[in-house]
């Protein structure tokens, strides 16, 4: 019995709590996906047994019902009708639920956001410092050579000047312009200015410029993060608001030249300066914590340590630890710094081991091998903090082994150097040194194992272009479905994606392509041809709904290497050519190239029976149905 679909969008509207709890709605290839203002007022157990509806659940601030491919549009439609909504793009329903969102979840958002693009030139920076400082530390020779100054320039540049890439990419987020947020982040680090990390560990080379009634410290930003994110956010929105009310004729020169003295000078004498205050503050705060007695000082230090390389203020405890050193040759910040980026190392060594998405897995590697040499902020930055919950159980991890080790006795006898390096600052404990980051990183690695949970992203939706046509002979003696792709035929079961893997969007199998072609497998129509061009949906013989669904989260290269041939409504042969595909770019970008052939009404069938496994041609049969 053909689905009601003025009933099915009925149903569900009165079971999301009313017209005023409703923010905005759109479909994809397969979901209604609907943005709330409070979830509690909605009744997930009659959602889920509404007729038509196959699942329910929340993801990324959006409830998306799962309906199927050429159903859900049919219910949308019925849906707008039935609530009065407007129509919504898949780009205004992500706005509103990025809207809706607590306010520090939106914070983390955009630090994830700006720190996503510069991800690789941190992760290898990283990387490379921590190797290189650990070979100047086995081999001090190698230290005193050239070709270990030339390694280390290189090697920390991006580290160095990380303020000029999170100012340029800060703009991206912000909606700014990149070139003058450029000029932001390079005057903050300019070479006329005292480096940061000279001027806390000597004060007194810092000198001042006086203008009206503010004294601006000639020192660079280098190390910090938060001023400069806070400073290219006010830049946007100064910049935005003079491009409204600057008469075009000057607004070229007049917006640029008034947005980068403005914030400049505020940045200078405000956003930097208070956080020299709070920075000050917080080493006064330290000083009395560690005195606390049973590691409780520690404890406390070890775990909020992430969050002070988050605001880029850590490397103030160079001047805590130079003092301690000088009084009696005992660095008690060690187990503290040690503990934590250790911990952040397992963290992010657990995100590698448990996740499924290969993106995540060859960031989440070399940012884990960069924090185990010390150096913690591509695994903060790229990973744990973008993803917070591993952040969180890194941070319990590092609590904990700064407290153990404050007991047990740890201390270095330099400082500058953390992780697996540390080691050559303990010998005096070693034992003690080995038990303390054992403590951390298996409790970061444990916890962060247990409580994250990866999130997946879904298919998306609508229209395109036509362009060529290509058949392929294909042998249709018999009704049923003929491979589209040339390639490796698994399971359905073996998909690696949960969603499509349970069959709540038909039965079928995956093909691991050899060949990034699609052809039709069946003379049919086209239903529908998402957005990001990534799949298809087409109605055959014998009343067979078929979804066509190229590699995993691939939605999120937004049709980068994907090009289609045929158009919503569009009749096509068996054979004949539907899509292009780059392999290499879908692997590149880190998701798999599995494609989901999925007869989406398998249900409607009495026999269904999936005929190739493995290996397989253009043109091989793959299913029947009867």
Not at 334 to 350: D, G
Request: glycine content about 8%.
């Amino acid at each position: 019995m053909a689905l009601d679909y003025r009933k099915c969008a009925q149903e569900i509207f009165e079971n999301l709590g009313g017209r005023e709890n409703l923010v905005s709605a759109a479909h994809c290839a397969t979901r209604l996906r609907l943005v709330t203002v409070d979830n509690d007022k909605i009744d997930m157990k009659k959602l889920e047994n509404i007729e038509g509806v196959k699942g329910v659940f929340s993801n990324n601030g959006q409830l998306q019902l799962i309906i199927g491919t050429g159903t859900v549009n049919k219910v949308y439609d019925e849906f707008l009708a039935v609530s009065g909504m407007e129509a919504a793009t898949k780009d205004d329903v992500k706005a509103a639920a990025a809207a809706a969102q607590p306010l520090p979840k939106r914070i983390i958002k955009a630090l994830g956001d700006v720190f996503v693009p510069i991800l690789p030139a941190i992760v290898a920076a990283g990387l490379m410092m921590g190797l290189v400082e650990a070979l100047g530390q086995f081999f001090p020779a190698f230290a005193q050579s050239d070709i270990y100054s030339w390694m280390d320039l290189v090697a920390n540049t991006a580290i160095v000047y990380l303020p000029v890439l999170v100012a340029i990419s800060a703009a991206r987020v912000f909606g700014g312009n990149i070139f003058l947020a450029g000029t932001i982040g390079m005057l903050l680090m300019h070479m006329n200015l005292l480096s940061a990390w000279t001027a806390a560990s000597d004060p007194s080379q810092i000198k001042y410029w006086h203008i009206a009634f503010f004294s601006i410290r000639q020192v660079n930003y280098q190390g910090h993060i938060i001023p400069i994110i806070i400073a290219i956010w006010f830049m946007c929105q100064l910049e935005k608001r003079l491009h409204k009310i600057v008469p075009e004729m000057i607004d070229l020169f007049v917006t640029p030249l008034v947005t980068v003295f403005v914030t400049a000078f505020l940045t200078m004498t405000i956003i930097g300066p208070v956080f020299i205050v709070v920075e000050n503050n917080i080493l006064t705060f330290v000083k009395a914590l560690l005195a606390l007695p049973l590691g409780i000082g520690s404890f406390v230090c070890g775990g909020l340590y992430p969050l002070f390389v988050v605001c880029g203020i850590h490397h103030m405890f160079n001047v805590l630890e130079a003092g301690m050193i000088a009084e009696n040759g005992m660095n008690l910040w060690l187990p503290v710094s040690c503990s934590a980026n250790f911990a952040m190392c397992m963290a992010c060594v657990a995100v590698f081991v448990k996740s499924k998405n290969k993106k995540t897995k060859s960031l989440a590697l070399p940012a884990g091998l960069s924090a185990s040499l010390g150096i913690t902020e591509p695994a903060i930055f790229g990973i744990n903090l973008r993803f917070m919950t591993p952040l969180v159980c890194g941070m319990v991890g590092g609590a904990f082994g700064a407290a153990v080790g404050s007991i047990i006795g740890v201390y270095g006898s330099a400082y500058g150097v953390t992780g697996i390096p540390g080691f050559l600052i303990t010998t005096h404990c070693t034992v003690q040194y080995t038990i303390m980051l054992a403590i951390a990183g298996a409790i970061a690695f444990i916890l962060t194992y247990i409580v994250w949970k990866e999130e997946t992203e879904e298919s998306e939706t609508n229209t395109i272009e036509t362009e060529e046509e290509i058949v392929v002979s294909f042998e249709t003696a018999e009704p049923g479905v003929y491979a589209p792709i040339k390639g490796n035929v698994i399971a359905r079961e073996d998909i690696p994606d949960p969603t499509f893997a349970s069959g709540v969007l038909g039965d079928g199998v995956g093909i691991e392509p050899e060949v990034g072609e699609v052809y039709a497998p069946f003379d049919g129509t086209i239903m529908s041809v998402v957005d990001s061009k990534h799949a298809i949906a087409l109605a055959g013989p014998n009343d067979i709904q078929m979804l066509i669904h190229v590699g995993i989260d691939t939605v999120q290269m937004n049709g980068d290497g994907f090009e289609v041939f045929v158009e919503n409504g569009q009749e096509v042969k068996a054979g004949q050519k539907m899509m292009n595909f780059s392999i290499d770019k879908i692997k590149n970008a880190g998701y798999s190239t599995t494609t989901a052939v999925l007869v989406a009404n398998s249900d409607d069938f009495t026999s269904f029976k999936v005929e190739k496994l493995g290996k397989t041609v253009l043109g091989e049969k793959l299913i029947s149905v009867e």
